[in-house]
């Protein structure tokens, strides 16, 4: 039997040997298209008091997205104001911050900040399954290959932000529009 | 009732019914999964499956590409097919312990088709089988024979354990089918004091899919080794008032074996499976209904012949809602309704034939409080009634009609407090009351401590005692009423720590089982001990995830438990073949050795398993094959079921199956 296994393993070494040389030509890494989503979300919002100085994205906890994350650093938003990045404890002040991203790992301590969230005019991203349902505004989840996001309409109208309609139109579910 | 005015014990629904006497059995050859032709085929079909696999990922990879993703309009974002990040399963199960978790991702790049399947590439779980039905064992206690399972097994939270054997489905009777399975959780230990009093080793927590993860319908087809074929077609989607909806219906044919894992049926015989599943939720209600009926006949000559058929339906029909500012409540109403018929024939006619039912419903409730700072309060109740539990012997030629009927009545309070000490150190305190008509009150009480010095570790501690009430089976159906339940006294303590693409932990155990039910008279107590050690690394939409358990489970006479292995170790790798639209998987698992219960042996066992994935193919087809048992070990598992005929022991048993599935919309 231990011959047959180790046949096995020679076949299954062999598999690997060609898949790894095939793996250069890779897709592009998801948590980085979720931060480039992020991005184009923060593009399509419209604030009820837009920020003058700097736009602040923060982050709550410690996210795997966190270096992806970090590559919008300065980049411009809005109106050409340069984007800060910075990280959020679930019981640290919300003022200053534009927009949110609770990643899933952080599911805990997003339970504890819903509450506070609610009626902020914060836009807030997840990629935790169900967070749109509790609140949330937009979630982004994976469906077969690709990334599609959904969003929670009148969680964004309860805090005064406006979503653009190109954006409501890409998005694969919108719910509360009635 | 018989001559002697006590009734008999029912029929096992196990081997011991459905074997004949070995003289019964026909003379036949070595028997193998494969055809020797067939064998010489496959043996390097995993090489070659391999190579065409990456030239194909090579010729279908060519996704767009950008220094900076920003700069791509949001439409190209949502067509760009991406590499799977590294994500570590969060937990959802309510329990202190080492929580094993398994996704929809993995179960369909790992090629996991039964219930069984799941369960044996998790931490710690054995899965035994005799040629009737799959068993499962959990720090060593459990294997073929023993029904009434120490593990319960929720799925969406209902309970989905039998009432007349406490028997877990788990083979290709499971009540869920895995394509259904959204993610399943596995918490060693009594879990958390609001589960029922079967949480007694373990607790299997299963989530379904929901209508939103389909918005259209899926159909898949299947054909493999042990004649199976297999069809499945499911359908929801979630509206526009945000209900959700989800249909599914699964057909299956074999040769009527519980597993392909264990060879071909002796005897010419035929499976019948049908699994279901309806579920729809709407602002804050829920309904849910699934079942399943498994049948299967058998013919061990001209004349003679046996079929049993297990059936079992669940429903649940469940509100929850905020109750004002701090607090939540949710009432489930709950049942479910099980039978197990059996019938024998031979050239003299019917010889025996038994009809076994029960049915069940209960109330559920669960008040929520999170007003005290710190402390987030749960309180539930549950009131059950057992209306039916029937053992019915039908007259047959040489024996007349026997029936036994019982009910029953269980009623249970339960309390459990989660308290943050401080940022770093969590406290969960909780008692569950039991009362059962004709047995005694029982706590089990349970608590923890969880402990994260620094982001990314957490030191968890749990101890406690559970309680598991004897099966109607157990109790002879009224014959040998039971006063007190088993109980089990365990401690945990874990050790965890995740970081970027790392994720490990350790956990040793130790329990103590007093009162055992289903033992040997001479046995007052069980006690076990264990370690366990799991691994897993992602990354550029790799995955390698190995545990290995060592376990030792004994009674108070120094003797080891059968089919209770020491050791347990299993291996999964999971990589893209250049891009997510192909994918190989591959799963090693070695269960070390144990002994029958009359004390043969049964050798060490590896197995190697390869499961190849291709996504949106041709037309947005789905296709997955799986090699099954690479290395064609020996299933030793099943020896004692052929008393002393070496021609079916230790029997090779590598198979192959071929699934095509898509997605509609």
Not at chain 1, 108 to 132: F, H, K, M, N
Not at chain 1, 156 to 175: D, F, I
Not at chain 2, 45 to 50: D, I
Not at chain 2, 57 to 86: F, H, M, N, Q
Request: charged content about 25%; overall charge positive; some cysteine.
């Amino acid at each position: 039997m231990t011959g047959r296994l180790h046949r096995g393993l020679r076949r299954l070494g062999l598999a690997l040997a060609l898949l790894g040389a095939a793996d250069a030509w890779s897709q592009p890494d998801e948590r980085a298209v979720k931060a480039a989503f992020l991005y184009n979300f923060i593009q399509f919002t419209q604030w009820p008091l837009p920020p003058t100085e700097r736009f602040r994205l923060c982050v709550l906890g410690q996210a795997p997205l966190d270096p992806a994350l970090a590559r919008l650093e300065g980049k411009p938003v809005l109106n050409g104001l340069p984007l800060r990045v910075q990280p959020l404890g679930p019981r640290d002040r919300l003022e200053g911050c534009q927009a949110l991203y609770v990643d899933d790992s952080q599911r805990a301590a997003a339970e504890e900040l819903l509450p506070r969230l609610l009626a902020a005019p914060i836009l807030t991203v997840t990629d935790s399954d169900g967070l749109a349902d509790r609140g949330l505004m937009i979630e982004i989840r994976k469906r077969d290959l690709k990334l599609v996001f959904d969003v929670n309409l009148a969680a964004t109208r309860r805090s005064g932000l406006e979503l653009s309609s190109r954006l409501l139109k890409l998005a694969h579910y919108v719910g509360g529009a009635r | 009732m018989s001559e002697d005015g006590r009734p008999p014990r029912p029929p096992l629904p196990a081997a011991s019914v459905t074997l004949p006497s070995p003289v019964r059995r026909p003379p036949r050859a070595r028997c193998s999964a494969l055809p020797r032709a067939g064998r010489t085929a496959l043996s390097g079909l995993g090489a070659r499956m391999a190579a065409v696999a990456a030239v194909a990922a090579l010729a279908l990879a060519g996704p767009a590409r950008a220094d900076d993703l920003t700069e791509l309009p949001l439409e190209r974002l949502l067509d760009t097919e991406v590499r799977s990040a590294a994500h570590f399963a969060r937990q959802v199960t309510d329990a202190a312990s080492a929580v094993s978790v398994l996704t929809a991702r993995d179960i369909r790049a790992y090629g996991l088709r039964t219930l069984a399947e799941v369960l044996d590439q998790m931490r710690g779980l054995h899965v035994g089988a005799d040629l009737s039905y799959m068993f499962l064992g959990a720090r060593g206690v459990g294997g073929p024979g023993m029904l009434a399972g120490r593990v319960m097994l929720l799925i969406d939270g209902q309970p989905a354990v039998d009432n007349l054997y406490d028997q877990l489905f788990i083979g290709q009777d499971s009540l869920i089918d895995p394509a259904l399975i959204e993610r399943i959780e596995y918490a060693p230990g009594g879990g958390s004091a609001m589960y029922g009093h079967n949480a007694f080793l373990g607790v299997l927590n299963i989530v379904t899919r929901r209508g939103r993860d389909l918005n259209g319908w899926e159909a898949a087809a299947a054909v493999g080794a042990n004649d199976e074929r297999k069809w499945r077609l499911t359908a929801g989607a979630r509206l526009d008032n945000g209900a959700e909806w989800l249909a599914s219906v699964t057909v299956r044919r074999d040769d009527g074996l519980p597993s392909s894992e264990i060879g071909h049926q002796p005897w010419p015989g035929e499976g019948q499976a049908l699994q279901w599943l309806l579920k729809g939720q709407w602002q804050g209600w829920t309904v849910q209904a699934l079942g399943m009926r498994h049948s299967v006949s058998t013919r061990y000559d001209a004349a003679d012949r046996d079929r049993f058929v297990d059936g079992s339906s669940l429903f649940t029909l469940g509100h929850d809602r905020a109750l004002g500012r701090d607090w939540r409540g949710g009432l489930k109403l709950q049942g479910g309704r099980h039978t197990y018929h059996y019938d024998a024939a031979d050239a003299d006619g019917p010889y025996r034939k038994y009809a076994i039912d029960g049915a069940w419903w209960e109330l559920d409730g669960q008040l929520g409080y999170t007003g005290w700072t710190g402390h987030a309060l749960v309180l539930g109740a549950r009131w059950r009634q057992d209306p039916l539990l029937r053992y019915h012997r039908k007259p047959t030629a040489d024996r007349g009609e026997a029936r036994w009927d019982l009910s029953r009545q269980t009623f249970s309070v339960s309390a459990e407090d989660r308290w943050r000490l401080r940022d770093d150190l969590h406290a969960t305190l909780g008692l569950r009351l039991a009362h059962r008509n004709g047995v005694h009150w029982a706590a089990s009480p349970r608590n923890a401590l969880v402990w994260a010095p620094s982001p990314g570790w957490q030191l968890k501690w749990s101890q406690g005692r559970s309680t598991r009430f004897a099966s109607v089976s157990e109790e002879d159906f009224g014959d040998a009423p039971q006063t007190r339940g088993e109980v089990a006294h365990s401690r945990d303590l874990t050790l965890e720590h995740r970081r970027d693409a790392l994720r490990w932990l350790a956990t040793a155990y130790h329990y103590r089982i007093t009162q055992p039910l289903g033992t040997a008279d001479d046995v007052q107590q069980l006690r076990g001990r264990g370690l366990e050690l799991e691994a897993e690394w992602q990354a550029a939409g790799w995955q390698l995830r190995g545990s290995h358990a060592w376990q030792q489970a004994r009674d108070d006479l120094g003797r080891g438990l059968p089919q209770s292995p020491q050791q347990l170790t299993k291996l999964q790798l999971s990589a893209p073949l250049g891009s997510e639209r192909w994918r190989l998987s591959a799963t090693l698992r070695r269960v070390g050795g144990m002994r029958f219960e009359d004390g043969g042996a049964i050798p060490p066992n590896t197995r190697l398993d390869l499961t190849l994935l291709g996504t949106r193919l041709l037309h947005g087809l789905d296709l997955r094959l799986g090699l099954r048992n690479l290395n064609n070990s020996r299933a030793h598992g099943q020896d004692d079921s052929f008393g002393g005929d070496p021609a079916w022991q230790g029997r090779r048993n590598r198979h192959a199956w071929l699934e095509i599935g898509g997605q509609f919309r």
